[in-house]
């Protein structure tokens, strides 16, 4: 029987505890240093059934005893593994936690092929590891076949895109949502199962990936799904993204919903320019293209897929400079201060033709390509005359960052866009109104650019940019785009400012 924790362990107690653990800290692994104080505290809380008994009882350092807070020893641990987890980047799916952990070592195997055998109305699953049978249902509504079963994470992978094929897994991983839903089921049941289908010999989830992650670290290894057999793969991925956008308590982020729309947009487009049984190739007639392949889509899904496109083509391009400081969620951060909500109302709502163009895509009017090249100069630009400085740890007080800070936020970026452009517009004579609506759809010269710089130089040198901390414009924008705008303009923000004229 262990020894039962008093308020405060004795030296014979502390010594019990060092002689199992070692002089290790519980919450990393690293070694105390002989000159530094070890506290002890609880592996699991006693408030959530953790005995209160020396087996129960972790040394730990200063710092992470501290660090910790409220939070039980064991959940702490798995928090700073998660943190370690997300610092690969911030595109990371349930596939990339399963290589994570496979690594460390806490799976052994996952994504492993299997034999199906479709009976009359049942399946069989077999491999090395697996020989079960489950029994089948049908949609009424669609015809599709499925199975529920109790599944090995041996067997199971992510719907991640790949080269050939464009995967169903519409989301990325969440921190705060995977630890969140880790301490959920330390408690609570799972109430729904994962979703995923049979793709050839491979088992893989698109639904319910948050709920894996928080699973595996909770050390399951056998998980509740719901497997489609042979579904209409373009009907299920639309289903999935409606599922997680239109009827969602949970919003899609803009950011992942441009990234899955506009990848798998692209792959119908490049299926579209690629039939010899079309004459004439334009981006309308794309789109009447993509009405007659599946017509669920409405009118203003098919736009909206069509932007998601335009603006994926420059915000993945390998020469984009920001791509680094795009947030993938919502809301900008220290790290991220850049959202595509952001972007699409100032930068592409002003320099980017939204609008699908009837011209020839084979001949020399057409000039999409060179528009998406264009904007990724001014994006560079802006990124060498301000982002580049851009610094995420920088103090309160870092006069640069505040300029930054207040040049990049959200209604101040959208209003300063519109009087860009019209500086830009006046600068490279541009007058006709269709072409100002479209202003980089055209092919530019490197002294067009250079003058281009140059306004933009005019405006991140804006005196009122280096104002005090706590000044008037920091109370400005935060309040509407046009009260913003004005107020920049009542300052000396103009457009003849832009262009060279004194204040």
Request: glycine share 4%; hydrophobic share 35%; proline share 3%.
């Amino acid at each position: 029987m262990g020894i039962t924790l008093k308020r405060q362990l004795n030296d014979s107690e502390k010594q019990i505890i060092l002689e199992r653990h070692g002089r290790i800290c519980f919450a990393t692994g690293h070694a105390i240093p002989t000159e530094d104080k070890v506290h002890f505290d609880h592996i699991k809380a006693y408030s959530l059934g953790g005995p209160s008994e020396l087996d129960n009882i972790a040394p730990m350092c200063e710092f992470h005893n501290k660090a910790k807070g409220m939070l039980p020893l064991e959940d702490y641990r798995i928090r700073l593994r998660l943190e370690a987890f997300f610092e690969r980047g911030d595109r990371l799916t349930l596939r990339d936690l399963l290589k994570y952990l496979n690594e460390e070592g806490d799976i052994h195997r996952f994504g492993e092929s299997v034999a199906a055998e479709l009976r009359v109305r049942t399946i069989k699953l077999s491999n090395h590891l697996l020989n079960e049978e489950y029994p089948v249902q049908q949609c009424p509504r669609t015809g599709w076949r499925y199975f529920y079963g109790n599944l090995p994470i041996e067997i199971l992978n992510s719907d991640d895109d790949d080269d050939a094929n464009t995967g169903l897994q519409p989301r990325y991983l969440i921190f705060d949502k995977v630890f969140e839903m880790f301490r959920h089921f330390q408690t609570y049941p799972v109430l729904q199962p994962s979703m995923g289908r049979l793709f050839g010999d491979k088992i893989l989830l698109f639904d319910g990936q948050h709920k894996a992650a928080a699973l595996l670290w909770n050390g399951r290894k056998t998980f509740e799904c719901k497997i489609y057999i042979d579904p209409d793969v373009r009907v299920l991925n639309q289903a999935n993204i409606s599922a997680h956008d239109k009827f969602a308590q949970t919003r899609f982020f803009s950011s992942i919903m441009i990234l899955k729309l506009g990848n798998q947009f692209g792959k119908d487009f490049d299926e579209y320019r690629n039939r010899e049984d079309i004459q004439t190739k334009s981006e309308l007639g794309f789109l009447e293209f993509l009405e007659q392949k599946d017509a669920s889509l409405t009118r203003a899904e098919r736009n909206r897929r069509f932007r998601s496109y335009l603006y994926n083509s420059i915000l993945e391009d390998e020469s984009n400079m920001i791509k680094g400081l795009i947030s993938v969620s919502n809301r900008s951060s220290n790290e991220q201060p850049i959202t595509i909500d952001m972007l699409s109302k100032s930068i592409f709502s002003c320099f980017l033709n939204s609008d699908p163009v009837s011209d020839d895509m084979l001949s020399d009017k057409y000039k999409r390509e060179t528009e998406f090249k264009n904007l990724l100069v001014l994006i560079n630009q802006i990124y060498d005359l301000a982002l580049c400085s851009w610094n995420a740890k920088a103090a309160p007080n870092d006069q640069n960052q505040i300029k930054l800070a207040r040049l990049f936020s959200s209604k101040a970026i959208m209003a300063w866009c519109e009087l860009f452009k019209d500086a830009v517009c006046a600068k490279l004579e541009i007058h006709d109104s269709d072409e100002k609506s479209k202003p980089f759809y055209r092919d530019m010269s490197d002294a067009e650019f250079a003058r281009i710089k140059a306004i933009l130089e005019r405006l991140f040198q804006w005196q009122m940019w280096k104002s005090p901390r706590n000044s008037e414009i920091d109370t400005v924008i935060a309040g509407s785009k046009s009260a913003v705008k004005e107020w920049f303009r009542s300052k000396g923000l103009t457009t003849g400012f832009l262009m060279g004229a004194d204040i």
